[in-house]
């Protein structure tokens, strides 16, 4: 499943959480898209503020970090070791998803779970939270700028809008394009305004 041509990759549809009950201790699974490490980190984060008073925040992350490679990311936050943040993140390897961060999310109820219930435990509760969000195909997306002045700005614009691409424009001394663009379609598009606008638009 390579980004770097195009195929699309599995991932959750939507943010979403999961909640349930194991011998006294709650756990919530939560899950959401995002588009890379950053965005990872700062979800987790997110969580970890939201459920502070939790006994543990249990991240687990994989991330397309361009062509080949996936940065895959667990924690055990305190638990024992291999019992909580390898179980998370198997889940997401076991159903081959990318550009997804899950956290596990546990309020400790004063029964010991012992490391097998422990890992069976996390893995519900990324497993729950994937069931509850959904799992959609979605293609590797990257993102160019185009800088033109305002003689070629129609014609850019109006390629753009013609692309399968998302983009913003900001009208300054020159006209400039924030395009985000499938990669398949990215060096398509590219030729495109380079040729409409015979070699003036700087793209970068």
């Not at 969580?47 to 006994?55: H, K, L, M, Q």
């Not at 667990?74 to 390898?86: M, T």
């Not at 076991?94 to 956290?103: D, S, T």
């Not at 033109?148 to 020159?174: K, L, N, Q």
């Amino acid at each position: 499943m390579d980004g770097a041509d195009g195929e699309g990759y599995p991932t959750v549809a939507e943010p979403a959480t999961a909640r349930f009950v194991v011998r006294g201790s709650e756990f919530l699974g939560h899950v959401r898209p995002v588009e890379g490490v950053e965005e990872a980190e700062s979800f987790v984060e997110s969580v970890r503020e939201e459920y502070a008073d939790a006994t543990h925040n249990v991240p687990a992350y994989r991330v397309r970090t361009g062509g080949d490679l996936l940065r895959e990311y667990a924690s055990d936050d305190g638990e024992p070791s291999g019992s909580a943040g390898k179980p998370a993140l198997s889940v997401l390897d076991g159903r081959e998803l990318e550009n997804v961060a899950a956290v596990a999310t546990r309020y400790y109820g004063g029964t010991n779970l012992g490391v097998g219930g422990l890992v069976r435990a996390y893995s519900r509760a990324v497993n729950a939270a994937v069931e509850e969000a959904g799992v959609v195909e979605r293609r590797p997306h990257e993102r160019f700028s185009v800088t033109v002045g305002y003689d070629d700005s129609g014609t850019v614009r109006g390629i753009v809008e013609s692309a399968d691409c998302e983009f913003e424009a900001a009208y300054e001394a020159d006209v400039s394009f924030d395009v985000r663009v499938p990669v398949a379609e990215a060096g398509r598009l590219r030729d495109r305004i380079r040729s409409a606008t015979s070699g003036r638009a700087n793209l970068e």
